[in-house]
């Protein structure tokens, strides 16, 4: 077998990985759930449930109702609900300076979530990364979500990176399934929504107990000079540094 190719991207998840967001999220699919179908799940169900895009949330419990479901007006409630509630929101510090870190030594940073642009704009200023992120790609990016792979290969085509030399990190089986499918490296964290005894089951490439051991491992990638593009400015990122890093690497930003 011949020697791997070396990283030249890290992209990460978002809820749960960066951002400590789970009992808030299993909170607001516990309202939604209770006052529009009179359902309420057990919160390790809600929780497995985290990582999905929120269209697929509401349509969880179609099976176990009659009639129509209002699927809609449960995702204005579950929205709603969100961002009255969005001071339970903890940033996880040493999994943003990871973010930090890997941006600084050279390598393309992108952030692959299953929030729609609405949902995740109500956290997006709280993360401060706008300084640190080649591109991000939410679920209206994708018709299809995770755990297909099809998110990961926009941030991939987007960076212009091949899957052998990029790094997926998430919380969930649905990060570890897309990041798989993908063709790129997967690595699972401890702190986040779906359960330990279910990440370690999918066997990812790394496991990280702790958002101090995601960080000593950043720290620790080599030092790389070329520094990967955004293909376009996806997500306002800011024309300008998209224009310098193209410039850099004598490519488009358009």
């Known amino acids: 077998m011949g020697k791997p190719e070396p ?20 909170k607001a699919l516990d309202y ?24 697929a949330q509401m349509h969880y419990l179609d099976d176990r109702v009659s009639g129509d479901v209002p699927h809609q007006r449960m995702e204005a409630d579950e929205v709603a609900y969100y961002a009255a509630n969005r001071h339970l929101e903890r940033v996880i510090p040493e999994a943003v300076q990871a973010v930090q870190t890997a941006y600084r030594k050279g390598y393309a940073v992108g952030l692959v979530t299953s929030k729609n642009r609405e949902e995740l ?11 640190f992120v080649d591109t991000v790609v939410t679920a209206d990016d994708t018709e299809r979500h995770k755990p297909n792979p099809d998110p990961v290969q926009k941030a991939l085509e987007r960076l212009q990176i091949a899957p052998e030399r990029a790094i997926y990190i998430g919380d969930t ?53 070329d520094h990967a593009k ?9 024309t300008e540094r998209a224009a310098r890093i193209g410039a850099a690497t004598g490519g488009d930003t358009g």
Do not use: N
């Open 230 to 238: 955004a293909k376009e400015d996806d997500f306002g990122i800011g």
């Open 7 to 26: 990283l030249c991207a890290v992209l990460f998840d978002i809820d749960g990985t960066l951002i400590d967001t789970v009992d808030l999220i299993v």
């Open 121 to 131: 704009m109500l956290s997006w200023r709280k993360l401060g990364l706008e300084s």
């Open 173 to 225: 089986v649905f990060d570890i399934s897309c990041g798989r499918a993908a063709g790129v490296q997967v690595a699972a964290v401890a702190w986040g929504a779906h359960l330990p005894e279910d990440l370690r089951a999918t066997q990812p490439d790394y496991y990280f107990e702790t958002p101090a051991d995601l960080l000593e491992w950043v720290e620790q990638l080599p030092v790389i000079e």
């Open 32 to 55: 939604t759930y209770r006052k529009h179908l009179g359902i309420a799940l057990p919160r390790d169900e809600i929780r497995r449930l985290i990582g999905l895009p929120l269209k």
